[in-house]
């Protein structure tokens, strides 16, 4: 039962997620037209928008978009970008200190060794232990995974099916891989599968 209300919940902030950028990209659009219409000003610096202006609104609708992908597509490369955006943002309008503008190179230095040395495809998962006896189409239902499977299977002829294609040994810790999860033995019972469990990578 914690399972459906689990996966209910999932599904509304899913929802409410893109509902809110989807707002947040209408806005945008909004202020790209309002930008657009002004643009006949730059030349004039005392008018909205001047060079300046237009850079700091360029920087911020950029930003926008980018948080606007983090939230449908929840990825540590999404962070990253976003992160990027901000601080290339603030070194290049704000021209306080020779020194703040350092600190930001570095903190953009620090951005891409991270990426390139911490990222793992797999950083952010979602894991569910389900019953191995539990009807593979109600799995599928529930969790919205493309789950192939035959009429009447449990999750464990499933596990069991794919492990003797890729001639895995069945046992606890025993994994098998589809397109965009992977099943893994979690516990035994008296020699057999009982516990099987459902990983999610969230990008």
């Known amino acids: 039962m914690k399972h459906y209300i689990a996966t209910c919940l999932k599904r509304l902030a899913t929802f409410l997620e893109l509902f809110i950028a ?17 643009i006949i000003y730059i ?9 300046t202006d237009l850079m700091e ?12 992908r983090m ?10 970008e976003v992160l990027l955006f901000a601080i290339a943002r603030q070194i290049i309008i704000d021209h306080s200190s020779i020194w ?11 951005l891409f ?4 040395f ?9 894991e569910i232990i389900l019953r191995a006896s539990m009807r593979a189409k109600s799995v599928k239902r529930v969790l919205g995974i493309e789950l192939p499977f035959e009429e009447d299977e449990t999750l464990l002829d499933v596990f069991l099916r794919k492990c003797e294609e890729y001639d895995v040994e069945v046992g606890v810790g025993a994994c098998v891989y589809f397109t965009d999860f992977g099943l893994r033995a979690a516990k035994t019972h ?4 009982s516990r099987i469990e459902v990983i999610r990578s969230i990008h």
């Open 22 to 38: 989807m707002m947040m990209a209408f806005g945008i659009i909004l202020l790209c037209f309002r930008m657009a219409a002004s």
């Open 43 to 51: 030349p004039n610096l005392d008018i909205w928008p001047n060079y």
């Open 57 to 68: 609104t360029c920087f911020n609708l950029i930003i926008g978009v980018e948080l606007i």
């Open 71 to 80: 939230m449908y597509s929840h990825s540590p490369n999404t962070v990253f």
């Open 100 to 110: 703040s503008s350092l600190v930001g190179v570095c903190a953009i230095a620090v």
């Open 113 to 116: 060794a991270t990426r390139k």
């Open 118 to 126: 911490l990222f793992c495809e797999f950083d952010v998962a979602d």
């Open 190 to 193: 008296d020699g057999k599968i």
